[in-house]
């Protein structure tokens, strides 16, 4: 399968028309002088050639994320030979630029022109998500899954299709039967497929089987930890370095902070790193969180994701004790739809109840399933959520700040979220703070806190200047601390 490019709305998108891989892509094209006999010279003569040239120089520019430059090219190839592999280029590379309606009408020629091309009904999905027309990116989801039974990103975006219209149990059945089809090699057509039950049931929790005999024996509470994960290059160890120390200043004592990683470069030396497995790719490796091997066996977990700000006491997050809690979608303007699980917080208390959630890690659901908190969604029953548990206590930046118009920026995986109309904006004021007893402004999708630091000065208080004010404090801390006259210290070694 082919990497995908430019999703909208949380879904999968392919950049090549079929699973195939693409042609080579030659350098671009160019007028041989008149009288070359060579072959280049036949192709600039060829409208043919030259619009296959085109294509083949465009798809080059669409895998750089030069879409834009890409666009030229698939127009340059249509004004010589329309195409239906031309139309879904430029549709798809529109679509990465944001101009949706653009996108639709070219994918739906392509699809007109070849109506057996998988990738174009696949896309057009996509648009039509990103658009907010869910009944049609479910009749398209469900024709490409009639030509191809296994597809991956078909699979994806109907089941994203459901959940906008409302039929979130549906959208897990057909995710479970997909996995477990491409589990037992069962063909499409098997009607004795067995969808499984609810892995784990929270009401079935008992914190006293998750800690050791001895700290159960005393009734001690279990140790506290904060914990991140940072992943790829898209977020710095700064980001890292003011969670925590943010954290540090908004909780009673101070906390034992854990960051899971593959790049511990420039992560403050206060915090404890712990590798990351590199197979475990953007938001999965929350999923490892839960395996033996995280070490995270009877201790209370906070889990926070990087891209937040902390803006008041954590206190009633971390003073947590059910089983499993964590937010909903709901009231997240940026997610696909409510009643789903969002991971930004989560609060457990590690030990082998919770194993499953990394032990089915299967390449199957791997494959299926969009991200790490559908998986929550298809794994967990009766969790806990901080909007009823905390009220208040967790808000979306979008939300708050911008009216709950989500821009649709780009995401990890290549995906737009499916919100506001292309041209949509903000039109009331936004407040200068965030709201009275609030303890973290999350900042799920776009923007991020580096983008809109220069406009809220409440940023800049709680994580523009949060590193040299623990700095400072560190060094009056060490300055009260240090030998007096009487005092016998090493300068060295």
Partial sequence: MNPTHGGYGGTELRSQPSAEAPPAEPGEPVEEEEGAE?????????????????????????????????????????????????????????????LRREAAEELRRAVQLCPSMVGAIINLAGVQLGLGDFAEAERLCREALRLEPDSREATMN???ALRNLGRRDEAVALVWE??????????????????????????????????????????????????????????DAAYVNRLCAAASRQLPST????CFTESPEGIDASIEVRELPEKFHL????????????????KRVL??????????????????????????????????????????????????????????????????????????????????????????????????????????????????AAG???????TTAAPAEPPEGCAIVTFPRSPKPHEVLEEHRWIRTHWGDVLSDVKEEKRRDGLRHAPGDGATCRSAG
């Fill in 255 to 258: 906390p034992r902070c854990v």
């Fill in 38 to 98: 060579t072959g280049q010279s036949a192709a600039a003569k060829s409208p043919l050639l030259r619009a296959l040239m085109h294509v083949k120089w465009a798809t080059l520019l669409q895998k750089a994320g030069k879409y834009e430059r890409a666009t030229e090219h698939f127009r340059s190839s249509l004004e010589l030979l329309p195409s239906a592999r031309a139309h879904f280029g430029l549709g798809t590379c529109l679509g990465a630029l944001r």
């Fill in 158 to 160: 109907l089941a994203n």
């Fill in 178 to 235: 997909q996995i477990l089809r491409h589990q037992t090699g069962r063909s499409s057509d098997a009607a004795d497929v067995a969808i499984p039950v609810v892995q784990i049931d929270c009401s079935r929790w008992n914190e006293s089987q998750e800690r050791s005999s001895a700290a159960a024996a005393a009734d001690a509470p279990p140790d506290a930890v904060l914990v991140c994960l940072k992943w790829g290059q898209r977020y």
């Fill in 303 to 416: 889990f926070l994701d990087l891209d937040q700000v902390i803006v008041g006491s954590l206190e009633p997050l971390a003073s947590y004790r059910g089983p499993f809690a964590l937010l909903r979608t709901d009231g997240i303007a940026c997610e696909l739809a409510e009643g789903g699980y969002n991971s930004s917080v989560i609060s457990w208390t590690g030990g082998p109840f919770w194993r499953p959630l990394f032990q089915c890690l299967t390449p199957s659901v791997l494959r299926y399933v969009h991200r790490f908190d559908h998986w929550l969604e298809m794994m967990l029953k009766g969790a806990d959520v901080w909007q009823q548990i905390a009220p208040g206590k967790v808000v979306d930046y979008t939300t708050v700040f911008r009216a709950g118009v989500c821009l649709g920026a780009d995401d990890d995986d290549g995906a737009f």
């Fill in 283 to 298: 938001w999965w490796g929350k999923a490892y969180l839960f395996s033996e091997e995280a070490g995270l066996d009877g």
């Fill in 420 to 426: 506001a109309a292309d041209d949509a904006a903000a």
